[in-house]
C-alpha cells in the first residue's frame, strides 16, 4: 500500500513526463506539419559533395625564360562517386559528349564503385558546357569544375620533349609510378611530363561543397588549398628549336615536290653544347600536337595519328635506329690512326673497287692515290675498307664502344634505343651465320648491322668537337618553385674522357674541317660566316631510298654548336640533311656575330657616355 508521500511523487513524475511528451508531440507537429514542406525541399535538393581541386602542373620553360607548357582555367565534367547511372543517363551523357557509349558505361561503373569521383571529359567547348547545363536535371550524378588545364603554348614544337597528359590508367593505377595514386588523375605520359611527373603534378586539394540537385553549387563549407607542382627549366633554345623545326618542315616538302625523294616525311635532328651537353633543339618529324591529349583524346585525332605510318609519337632522335653511313667513318679513322694501322700521310690507291672484295665507291667513282685526309673530305669508301680490315672488327668496336654506341646516352627522356655495334656475336644472333670480310668492310663504313640513334652520332661528334671529352646530352637545366627560385640541380650522367689519342683527334677534327671546304663532299658550307665542321652520310635503306645525315660543328675552331640530321628516304646526306643543318648553322652564326659585336661595342659606348 503505497504512503501518501510516494503517491505524491508518483503524481509529480507523471506530470513532468507528460510535459516532455507535450513538448516533443508540438516539436514534432511544427517539423512535420508548419516546416515540413521547407525540410522536405532542402533534402530532396540539397546534398554534400566532397569535390578534389586538381593542382596546377609546373610550368616548363626554355633556357631563357619561355613558357612552353602552362596551365590555365578549363571545365571538367566528372562523375559522382558512389552513384549508379542508369542505362538512359548513360546514353544521354553519350550523346551529348561525343562519346562511345561504352566508354562512359565502364567510367559510370568504376564511378558506382569507388569512393573517388571520375573525369570522364575534360577540356569542355562552350558548346558542351551548353548542351550539359541543358541537361543536368536529368543527369543529377554530373559535377561540372573549372580545373586547372595542360596547355602547350607552340603546339608541334618541342612535342617529343615535352610529352604530353592524360588520365591515369587501371594499369598504371596498380604497376609502376603512378600505383596507388586516386583514379581520375592527370599525369605524365610521355616525355619530360613523364619523366618529372613527381614534381611538375604538385598536390591535389579538397573541398566539401553543399550543390542543389542539378549539381550547382550553393556555398563551399570546408576545403584544403592545392598546392601547384615545381617547374621546370631546360636547356632548349626556344629560338633555335623553332627554327630548325621551320626550316626541316621547308626541306622536306621541298624534297617530296621536287621529286627527288617522295616519301621524306619522317627526319630527325638534334642540336647540344659540346662543351656541357646541354641539348638546345630536339625535333622529330612527322609531329604531333599534345594539346589533343589533354582531357582526353579525339577519334578524330587518334585517327590521324594511329594512322600515319610514319610514327608521329615516335621520338625518332632517341628511338630512330639507323645505319650510320659514313658519318661512322669518325670511329673508323679514330680506330687505324689510334692503333697505327696507317699513318695519315700514307697513300692508298682508289681504283673504285677493293683489291679484296667486289665493293667501292657510290657510282663507281676512283680517286686513284690518295691520303687519310683527301679520303676523309671526299668520304671515300675504298680507302675507309682498307682501314676497317687493317683495324679489324674487334678495334671496330672497341673504339664505337669508347664513342658511346651500343648503349643508351642517357638522356632523361623515357624509352632510349640503344641501338647495335655490328660484330661476328650479332650477325650469329641476328642470322645465324659466320662472320666475313665483306661484313668488314660494310661495318668500317657504317654499314651492315650497324644501327644508331641520332643523338648517338650527335654525341659521337661533340666529344670530337670538345677535344675527347664526352658530356652526355641532358634536357633540364633546373628544378624551380613557383617564385623561381631553384629548387633542385638534377643529378646528370658525369662526363668522361673518350680514349683516344689527342694527335689522332686533331686528324679527325682537320678531316671533318676539309669536309667543308672545296673538294669535300659538304664544300658549299664554306660559304657561312665562319668555317665549320662537318660530315656527310648516305645510309642504305632495304625498304625504299637511302637515309640521308648531314653533321656538323660550329664554329670549327672553339665549337659551341653541334648538330646532327638526318633525312629518311631522303636519298643522298649532302642533298637530303645538308640544306637543314647549313641553313640553322647560317642563321645562329650570324646571330652569334651580331652578340659578339654588340658585346665588344659596349664598353666603348660607355667610354664615350662617361665622357
Not at 324 to 344: C, E, I, N, R, Y
Request: contains cysteine; proline residues 5%.
Amino acid at each position: 500500500m503505497f504512503t501518501h508521500t510516494a503517491a505524491d511523487r508518483l503524481k509529480k513524475m507523471l506530470a513532468v513526463a507528460l510535459a516532455v511528451f507535450v513538448v516533443l508531440g508540438i516539436r514534432l507537429a511544427w517539423l512535420q506539419l508548419y516546416k515540413g514542406m521547407y525540410y522536405g525541399r532542402q533534402a530532396d535538393g540539397n546534398r554534400m559533395r566532397n569535390a578534389v581541386i586538381m593542382a596546377p602542373r609546373g610550368r616548363i620553360m626554355d633556357i631563357h625564360g619561355t613558357v612552353l607548357a602552362d596551365s590555365s582555367p578549363g571545365y571538367v565534367l566528372s562523375l559522382q562517386a558512389g552513384h549508379a547511372f542508369s542505362d538512359q543517363e548513360t546514353e544521354l551523357l553519350a550523346r551529348l559528349l561525343g562519346l562511345r557509349k561504352e566508354d562512359v558505361r565502364e567510367k559510370a561503373d568504376r564511378a558506382a564503385n569507388t569512393y573517388e569521383q571520375i573525369v570522364i571529359k575534360g577540356e569542355l567547348t562552350p558548346q558542351e558546357i551548353t548542351s550539359l547545363e541543358e541537361h543536368m536535371k536529368e543527369l543529377p550524378g554530373l559535377s561540372l569544375d573549372l580545373q586547372p588545364m595542360r596547355h602547350y603554348l607552340y603546339k608541334e614544337t618541342a612535342a617529343h620533349v615535352l610529352g604530353y597528359v592524360g588520365e591515369v590508367s587501371e594499369t598504371q593505377l596498380k604497376q609502376g609510378k603512378y600505383k596507388g595514386l586516386p583514379p581520375g588523375s592527370i599525369v605524365g605520359k610521355e616525355g619530360l611530363e613523364f619523366v618529372y611527373d613527381d614534381v611538375l603534378r604538385g598536390k591535389n586539394g579538397r573541398k566539401t561543397e553543399e550543390v542543389d540537385v542539378r549539381g550547382k553549387v550553393i556555398r563551399d563549407l570546408a576545403g584544403q588549398a592545392p598546392v601547384s607542382g615545381k617547374g621546370l627549366v631546360l636547356t632548349l633554345d626556344f629560338g633555335l628549336q623553332q627554327e630548325l623545326e621551320q626550316i626541316m618542315d621547308k626541306q622536306l616538302a621541298a624534297l617530296r615536290s621536287s621529286g627527288i625523294a617522295p616519301n621524306a616525311y619522317a627526319a630527325a635532328a638534334v642540336a647540344m653544347d659540346p662543351n656541357t651537353g646541354a641539348v638546345r633543339a630536339l625535333v622529330s618529324r612527322p609531329g604531333f600536337d599534345p594539346n589533343w591529349f589533354v582531357g582526353g583524346i579525339s577519334s578524330a585525332h587518334w585517327k590521324l595519328i594511329n594512322e600515319n605510318r610514319f610514327h608521329p609519337l615516335t621520338n625518332k632522335v632517341i628511338n630512330g635506329e639507323y645505319p650510320a653511313g659514313s658519318t661512322f667513318k669518325v670511329v673508323t679513322g679514330s680506330a687505324a690512326l689510334d692503333q697505327h694501322k696507317v699513318t695519315p700521310e700514307e697513300l692508298i690507291f682508289d681504283s673504285g673497287k677493293h683489291w679484296l672484295a667486289d665493293m667501292g665507291n657510290a657510282g663507281g667513282e676512283a680517286l686513284g692515290w690518295i691520303n687519310f685526309q683527301t679520303a676523309f673530305a671526299m668520304s671515300d669508301n675504298v680507302y675507309f675498307y682498307e682501314m676497317g680490315r687493317r683495324a679489324g672488327i674487334e678495334n671496330l668496336n672497341a673504339y664505337a664502344e669508347r664513342y658511346g654506341f651500343g648503349k643508351p646516352t642517357g638522356i632523361e627522356l623515357p624509352g632510349e634505343s640503344a641501338g647495335l655495334i655490328a660484330g661476328p656475336a650479332a650477325k650469329k644472333k641476328v642470322f645465324a651465320e659466320e662472320w666475313t670480310l665483306g661484313d668488314t668492310f660494310n661495318a668500317a663504313i657504317g654499314q651492315g648491322l650497324t644501327l644508331v640513334t641520332p643523338v648517338q652520332i650527335c654525341q659521337m661528334l661533340a666529344a670530337v668537337a670538345a677535344d675527347g671529352v664526352i658530356h652526355p646530352p641532358y634536357l633540364v637545366e633546373k628544378v624551380v618553385n613557383a617564385d623561381g627560385s631553384v629548387y633542385q640541380v638534377p643529378e646528370r650522367p658525369k662526363s668522361r674522357k673518350l680514349e683516344v689519342a689527342p694527335e689522332t683527334l686533331r686528324l679527325i677534327q682537320k678531316g671533318l674541317k676539309g669536309v667543308t671546304q672545296p673538294g669535300g663532299t659538304g664544300a658549299w658550307f664554306a660559304n657561312l660566316p665562319v668555317p665549320v665542321a662537318g660530315k656527310t652520310g648516305t645510309a642504305e635503306n632495304p625498304h625504299g631510298q637511302d637515309h640521308g645525315w648531314f653533321i656538323a660543328y660550329a664554329p670549327a675552331e672553339k665549337p659551341d654548336l653541334v648538330i646532327a640530321c638526318i633525312v629518311e628516304q631522303g636519298s643522298y646526306g649532302a642533298t637530303a640533311a645538308g640544306p637543314v643543318v647549313y641553313d640553322v648553322l647560317q642563321s645562329y652564326l650570324t646571330q652569334r656575330i651580331k652578340n659578339e659585336t654588340k658585346k665588344a661595342d659596349e664598353p666603348i659606348k660607355k667610354r664615350d657616355s662617361l665622357q
